[in-house]
């Protein structure tokens, strides 16, 4: 039986707000299935920030994205034939995979999942997402019990799993976020012990309730004007996770701001430390295990956002950028 | 007998460049000598630019100089006077010490020296200065034998020491300082690999060619536009331990500068770092016993650049800020 697969390819790099004109959609005739091959349905797909520095040519810590390749990014899908002894039939597989319908890999870099869990679990609390959160926050930022953490782009996937993790472990968890409906929904589903929206017009006041103590952690995935603010609030030996600057992927200039950062780490002796999740890489195991603990103990939870259709899947990436999104933002092929 | 001393006061806060009518000579007699008190007589005075930061009203890692109060700082002196049976007639002495010609203290915070080396010694290579450079290059910087080092303020004491520091380590130190003639004196007389004349035309040139390998350890006692220019180089999980700024101790506003730092120490997974040399007060005496030994076997020097006369004491001051000490900056009172 001959099968077809959509694709979604990369064909222009974006000069600012990243459009859907970067991408172009096409369809192919499937492979047959080699020795080793197994064929895969797309099911879900995950959108990040980090695919925006991907998209430019030049020095970033992914190479960039070829123009004119498939889009690649995390994703879990289902195993419809397998010539692979070590994958069979009906499994659930977790890896980097193209943004298409199909796909035929050797499997490499793929991974079979446990079936006890919801297989999108994969693609937040228990894959990148939460293994960002987790050695973001207690190793790069070395939180700890008592201590005031906050988070920039909280109501993001790692911002609000971030927040669940510091909760978990003792910490007052302050959150910000872009509107009054992300910070009720950091309240009501994660118990934030505050939040701030830092496109309110007394963003500033909202800083000073929030942080009567100050901050031992700053967990920052936006930069920018937020940053900025709430630098001034940290405390003497505190620590900056600096996880994402969501808010300069898109600019085409490099934006001006503020001398302030460096004299101020200095008054107050803070570390500041940029990290990517993959050089943890041969910690995963570990922390995944007391991820688990803590998903099955229901102390961990994941908002999905999910958007439905291959032919949305750089629609869903814009509403990274745009702020759209709360919690995981997903793309769904049904 | 009666006893005058004159006495430095701090009269006015200063807006932008510190000058010479922040700070007024007055006389007054001495008082006699209670029961545990010394006569110190005050033989050098180090001027350093944390003081600056002092000027100002507001937070900053040290308290506010009062308006109105003597000016304090590192001094050695010798004891004229003594009714503390802990220190005796002729004893050479380092502590906090007023900008004055003597003074009369109970000794708290007064340290007797050993005098088999030279009592300035107590002031930099053997003092605060050394143990700046020692903890901030090693610990904060954890720079180790191959890496790359660059300082920037690299003439001025701490510059200097950490360079010398580096090189008995095995780094390979690269100096930035503000005039050819600075950056021929690091090369002559501490063995500089590399040095770059950051007001030079050919600056950018100038890193390019210094820096073939990159950065690992960025020691920064400057910050503002050098630092922009040099964290581009910064190699990947290396560091920046954050000494100093003095770039901008004197800006009446804030200055503005492009947004590059946190993205990049996102990407190449970078720890910034800023310190204080007092935050190691536990470990100064096992430093101590490094940097004597060091210096001791003729591998660290400090050279002095000397003002005469107490009088002369906020000129030496404000020496540092236009960048015209080479090396530690001193005033001896005759």
Redesign the interface.
């Known amino acids: 039986m001959e099968l077809f697969t959509r694709e979604v390819f990369f064909v222009k790099r974006p000069v600012g707000m990243v459009q859907e004109d970067s991408f172009r959609m096409k369809t192919r005739k499937l492979p047959t299935l080699d020795a080793g091959d197994i064929l895969i349905r797309v099911r879900y797909l995950s959108v990040d920030p980090y695919m925006r520095?991907r998209m430019n040519l030049g020095?970033?810590?992914a190479p960039p994205f070829d123009l004119g390749s498939v889009m690649v990014g995390g994703g879990v899908g289902t195993v419809e034939q397998s010539r692979n002894p070590n994958v069979k039939t009906g499994d659930w597989v977790v890896g980097q995979l193209p943004w298409s319908d199909y796909c035929v890999t050797q499997g490499s870099g793929v991974r079979v999942l446990d079936d006890s869990l919801p297989p999108t679990t994969a693609l937040h609390v228990l894959g990148i997402t939460g293994l960002t959160a987790y050695f973001g926050l207690l190793q790069v930022g070395q939180a700890k019990s008592g201590d005031v953490v906050v988070i920039s782009g909280a109501a993001g996937a790692v911002g609000c799993q971030v927040g669940q993790i510091a909760k978990i472990i003792g910490c007052k968890v302050v959150g910000i976020a872009g509107s009054d409906a992300k910070t009720k929904w950091l309240k009501d589903t994660y118990g934030f012990d505050g939040t701030i929206n830092y496109k309110a017009q007394d963003f500033s006041d909202q800083l000073d309730e929030n942080l009567p103590t100050g901050i031992d952690v700053y967990f920052?995935n936006v930069?920018?004007n937020v940053?900025d603010a709430v630098v001034s609030y940290l405390n003497d030996f505190s620590r900056i996770a600096?996880?994402?600057?969501i808010s300069?992927y898109n600019a085409t200039t490099?934006?001006?701001?503020?001398?302030?950062?460096?004299?101020?780490?200095?008054?107050?002796?803070?570390?500041?430390?940029?990290?990517?999740v993959s050089?943890f890489a041969p910690q995963f195991g570990e922390a995944l295990k007391q991820l688990k603990q803590w998903y099955q103990a229901g102390q961990l939870r994941m908002q999905e956002d999910v958007v439905e259709g291959l032919q949305n899947t750089p629609h869903a990436l814009i509403r990274l950028f745009r702020g759209e999104n709360v919690g995981k933002q997903l793309v769904r092929l049904p």
Do not use: H, K, W
């Open positions: 520095g020095r970033s810590y920052d930069g920018g940053s600096i996880c994402g600057q300069l490099v934006e001006m701001g503020p001398r302030t950062l460096l004299p101020l780490l200095l008054a107050r002796r803070v570390t500041a430390r940029g990290f990517i050089d």
